[in-house]
């Protein structure tokens, strides 16, 4: 394994001690490891709240910050928090005005929540929830108990954050979330594996030269590996069954994330992204806002993650309003 | 050890399970790699450290706050999918284990709670190749020798070898829960690495029960 | 080779195409490839300007926009732009303040600056110019020109252009460039190869379990490859090697910051950067401010460089000044 | 051709130099491979592909037109170290290179301002083991051949002798400048790529000059 490391036994408060260190102004570390914003956000404001394994850097906590997230649970490396940490994080978020639990659809996370959202109930916080679940390539939108939340969740934390800035109630930036989640799409094609930092083994095993389109999910969307091609191929791919998914239409917008998922390059994710308008715009689809990035990574993992979200006036603001945090500023 | 289950009696089961996770975490990890991420073995030592630890800070009062503390212990360990499972399991045994000890019928009834528990927090049933593959096995053993009147050394050892049982059947199983149902088909031939750790509980449970302290 | 890419002769335009879509509220392309702020800079403000090869995504181009850059030269892959697009950045960024030109000390780059600042002499434009050197691996201070110029360049575009956001002149804007040149070092540590995207091939060979300190430069700060060691005593190895050339003591403070080459993970610059912090201040030394990101990256390459600058009481108000580019922004 | 090379000649002989790096690109990247980052023909296959547009797209009036327009395309095609170096060689040829046509001792001319204009531009000297290694050899055997009275032809032939044999006794130097520098004594053994590049120039236009159009 070629990796900086040190005792495995400590990779996850070391990182953070790092993290905290390098958006000193932005975030701090709080309680049994709980990130937060460095300066507060007024009580009559909904908070937002999430969590998730760590070793996907700079998710989650990067999103911590003006506009998007209060608090964030990063959990040991690839697995969730334990409940007892994230009923912390909720009471440490907890204010007249309510806290939105952002959920990725992982089972361990989702199992966590659960427990915790119960005893936070019964603590008579005043919390909601919402699970993003936008990965097309496990489950059918008919059918999503199996779909994954991947790098769309920045979506829901960007719009719905931004409604909690705005003074907007709990419910309404419930309604927010749950509009962008239902209106967008992920799908993630993977050419070479990561090593498990912990146990420096390779996660996944893939022979030089070709990819997966669905990321070893059931493959519903693509199948089992394929021999690479080139970006506009993939790119193609890709846009043409996430169209699909959401049932994009010409004269529609859409936001398009290109998110790299650790060793592949941002050169190569702006000629995806390239692409992608070019895609869209064949199909009478305007690409009104676009991104690329590593916003949330598997490691050294090569491959990229592509998310489409329709857009309309409500979102374009939303998306607009500006934030800043460790991982994403917009001004 | 008595014809009832006591505190101490309780605390050297829970020490011994953790002993037996313990030796087997690099079988658990192995297991889970081939369709899982391959720390199951990394996350239930942790689980199983944090328990340990719970045990030896502080004293607890009886048995169902002994294993309310394992519970906590575990839910608090970040264990990704397994940390939750097995924790609330031994937060609903507590809320089932009435009384100062457990015979065979109570210990019955504090486990029935805890899987109960469990199958409050999935959607996974019997068949799914997850821990309940081991863990309903185990815990229908044991209701059935309470039941029949048998005295709860004699139980546990029943429910120990339906949880082994269930942990070996369970390679022939397709998996359908937890990050192996991405592998469909592929996931039949090993067995679940969950069930594997169910199946060293309780002969943690098994062990610790038969010495004497 | 594992990359997502089309015709390798196209690589630079279209991976410009997706950059300015990916940031169109911030840059926009123009002229032949150059890449300047969408929003110009008043022309009583003294424009920055630089220039060198692509590859090494988010940089250069990145870093223009409000507090840093007006203008930058995107070269073709690994290699420098050609004099003429220089002297037509050159031209573009003219105005009565003055221009100052920030050339990495690289053979193409130094060339290709000579040859135009000579035009634009000529041409009598009122240009200045720095050459950042700042690779302690590969020269003493007493004789630099062998120092290649290294992520540091980051340093001075922030810096000068917070200097030239403030209205100063070029003169001073110059003196602020080369006091944050002479108090800058960088050491770079490599751990894998980077594959060269146009010819598919690696561009240095490593050893799995192998770490090459001063990345195959004369090796006079750690010679040769060597076995990779843990994070923290490769931070070690690193600051003392920096602080030494730097002459930093006891009492002073400095601005750390950690660049990931390309596949070496966010999560492992947080931990070296935590130990870094810790190394200086066994030394008696203040990290002033911090930063982690992969910000100058070589491809897929695993390592990262740390560079290290004496900060006093002016350069912190111009590092904490604002700026909103497409790849730091501070506020 | 007659004693003096005129437009025509001229731009047959960059072409043919054209036609001789394009054909050697896959050789010149090669030798950029031991100590370099391997894209010397890549590099000089864009410069000399950017000469042959220049030269189609717009006719020069004279010899001094033809050598500066081809110097400002190779200077525009972004390549790196080489680009400069090898487009100030041309557009100080234009410079030095007075009249219509050039007979032996005005070509030597041209090419001492050339070579003039490279080490302008670098600190690298004879032996630094750069393209200096064939590029004044060339030269030198060229103003040699035009003193002694040689004809245009035979001088260009001895200036292409002279830039082979540079290209092939610079394998026995030791880098100093250029990025093979950092090799220190390892990039000892194979020929500098940049004076490959100049023996394949020379040698084009000799080929150039001597066909007749
Ligand atoms: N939804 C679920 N329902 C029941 N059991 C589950 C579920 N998800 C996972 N498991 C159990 O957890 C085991 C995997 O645990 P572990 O590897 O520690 O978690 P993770 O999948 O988060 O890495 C599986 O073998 C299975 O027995
Ligand atoms: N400073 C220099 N002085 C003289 N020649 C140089 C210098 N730097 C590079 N060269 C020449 O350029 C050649 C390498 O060209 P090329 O590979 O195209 O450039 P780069 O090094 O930018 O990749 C070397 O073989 C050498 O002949
Ligand atoms: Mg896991
Ligand atoms: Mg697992
Ligand atoms: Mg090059
Ligand atoms: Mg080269």
């Not at chain 1, 909720?90 to 959202?117: F, I």
């Not at chain 1, 080139?230 to 959401?246: C, F, G, N, P, R």
């Not at chain 1, 859409?254 to 060793?263: C, D, E, K, P, R």
Request: charged share 20%; proline share 4%.
């Amino acid at each position: 394994m070629n990796k900086f490391l040190n005792d495995p036994a400590h990779l996850v408060p070391e990182l953070l001690e790092g993290f905290a260190l390098a958006h000193a102004g932005t975030v701090r570390l709080t309680g049994s490891r709980l990130v937060t914003r460095a300066r507060g956000k007024p009580a009559d404001k909904v908070a937002l709240v999430t969590l998730g394994g760590s070793g996907h850097e700079p998710a989650l906590s990067g999103y911590v910050g003006e506009g998007m997230l209060d608090v964030s649970v990063p959990g040991e490396i690839f697995a969730a928090p334990g409940p007892p940490r994230v009923l912390e994080a909720l009471r440490l978020a907890n204010r007249p005005a309510g806290v939105l639990l952002v959920v990725l659809n992982h089972e361990g996370d989702v199992l966590s929540s659960n427990v915790a959202l119960e005893l936070a109930q019964k603590e008579g916080l005043k919390v909601r929830s919402v699970l993003t679940r936008e990965d097309i390539s496990a489950g059918t939108r008919a059918d999503p108990a199996e779909r994954r939340g991947l790098v769309g969740c920045l979506l829901v934390f960007k719009m719905a954050g931004a409604a909690a800035e705005a003074g907007r109630s709990l419910e309404q930036c419930l309604e927010v979330a749950e509009g962008v989640e239902r209106n967008m799409a992920t799908l993630a094609v993977a050419v070479s594996p990561a090593t498990h930092p912990a146990t420096g083994q390779p996660i996944s095993t893939l022979a030089a030269g070709e990819m997966v389109i669905g990321m070893g999910q059931h493959g519903e969307a693509g199948g089992g590996s394929r021999r690479l091609l080139s970006a506009d191929e993939t790119a193609d791919i890709m846009v043409e069954a996430l169209v699909q998914d959401l049932g994009l239409a010409s004269g529609e917008e859409a936001l398009a994330l290109v998110n790299g998922a650790g060793a592949t390059t941002l050169m190569e994710q702006y000629i995806v992204l390239r692409r992608v308008r070019r895609s869209l715009e064949e199909r009478g689809i305007r690409l009104a806002r676009a991104l690329a990035g590593s916003f949330l990574t598997v490691q050294e993992m090569g491959g990229f993650q592509l998310c489409l979200c329709r857009m309309n006036r409500e979102r374009l603001a939303l998306w607009d309003a500006p934030c800043h945090t460790p991982a994403l500023s917009i001004r | 050890m008595p014809r009832a289950i006591g505190r101490e009696d309780l605390e050297r089961m829970l020490r011994s399970a953790a002993r037996q996770v313990l030796e087997g975490r690099a079988e658990l990890s192995r297991l889970d790699s081939f369709g899982g991420d391959g720390d199951h073995g990394t996350t239930m030592a942790r689980a199983m450290q944090s328990v340990l630890a719970a045990l030896d800070a502080a004293p607890a009062a009886g048995v169902n706050d002994l294993l309310r503390s394992a519970g906590w212990a575990i839910m608090g360990c970040d264990g990704g999918a397994a940390g939750p499972l097995f924790g609330s399991f031994f937060l609903a045994c507590a809320e089932g284990a009435a009384g100062e000890t457990l015979d065979a019928a109570a210990l019955a009834r504090a486990c029935e709670a805890g899987l109960a528990g469990v199958k409050k927090n999935t959607r996974a049933r019997l068949g799914d190749k997850t821990l309940l593959d081991a863990l309903e096995p185990a815990v229908s053993a044991l209701r059935a020798a309470a039941d029949s009147g048998t005295e709860v050394l004699a139980a546990l050892e029943r429910a120990a070898g339906a949880a082994a049982e269930g942990a070996r059947a369970s390679a022939r199983l397709r998996a359908r829960f937890g990050r192996a149902k991405n592998l469909g088909e592929r996931s039949v031939g090993q067995p679940d690495p969950g069930a594997a750790s169910v199946a060293l509980i309780f002969r943690g449970f098994l062990l610790g029960g038969q010495s004497d302290g």
